[in-house]
């Protein structure tokens, strides 16, 4: 991680983990702007992008800059019924699933310099003319081109209020049944998720990471038949692996 310009602390953002990467080319992964961005359908300050693949600069070649970044697997537990569940760390947009779960908010609306250029702004601008994500745990799903996944799943995640939180973690419940269910409708075999809630959104880490596990348990063990076979856990910064890889191992089938 590195230290924000000093342009950036004058603007009165707060940190965030970068990760670093070839080219030049920097991703922030965000989970989900604050109640009150969210609120207001704006976008973070100097960010540039798609909500949790928000990049800053641009690189000389995009296809180079992809190809080059690794992604590291740290932690692997197969369930009673098959399932795969893994973390790893490294930028998500560079994982091979068959859709990425992209954390947002009630907007689907994209500007600036973006992984899958063009055609994914507008593949973007013409599904929210069908269907917005107007409550929180709504879900839908639009192609990812240029990227790695066939796919992406856009979910509208919730905020943490410390004074509701059995509200917060029911609606973090649905938002991740609710993305489960969607790729299954869809014949989707994999998908990969960042730490949904947990970044901007505010929500505790373990919280989250207890709350998305014990949805993803009770999805597998409530559905008759699912073609969902691979789950990936896709993390940048060190406390995050740690607590996933931890809970993704106490988790209760």
Known sequence: TVKLPRPFV?????????????????????????????ASGRKPALTKGLGSFTVLGTPKSKAAALKGTAVTT????????????????????????????????????????????????????????????????????TDAPNLSASHLIHVNSPTWNAGTQEQCITELD????????????????????????????????????????????KYFRQTATTNLQQVFFVLYDAESVNVYTTELQRMVE
């Not at 994999?190 to 949805?215: E, R």
């Open 74 to 141: 740290l932690s692997e537990r197969v369930l009673i019924r098959g399932q795969k569940l893994t973390v790893v760390q490294g930028n998500i947009i560079n994982i091979t699933a068959d859709a990425i779960v992209h954390p947002t908010g009630t907007s689907l609306s994209m500007s600036g310099e973006v992984a899958g250029g063009q055609e994914l702004r507008d593949a973007l601008s013409q599904a929210a003319k069908t269907k917005s994500l107007t409550n929180v745990g709504d879900v839908m799903i």
């Open 174 to 217: 649905k938002a991740t049944l609710n993305i489960l269910t969607l790729a299954d409708e869809k014949g989707l075999t994999s998908v990969a998720l960042p730490s949904i809630s947990s970044g901007n959104a505010g929500f505790p880490k373990q919280t989250a990471a207890q709350t998305i596990l014990a949805a993803l348990s």
């Open 10 to 38: 004058k603007a009165g953002l707060r940190p965030l983990a970068f990760v670093l990467l070839p080219a030049a080319f920097v991703f922030v992964t965000v989970d989900a702007c604050d109640e009150s961005t969210k």
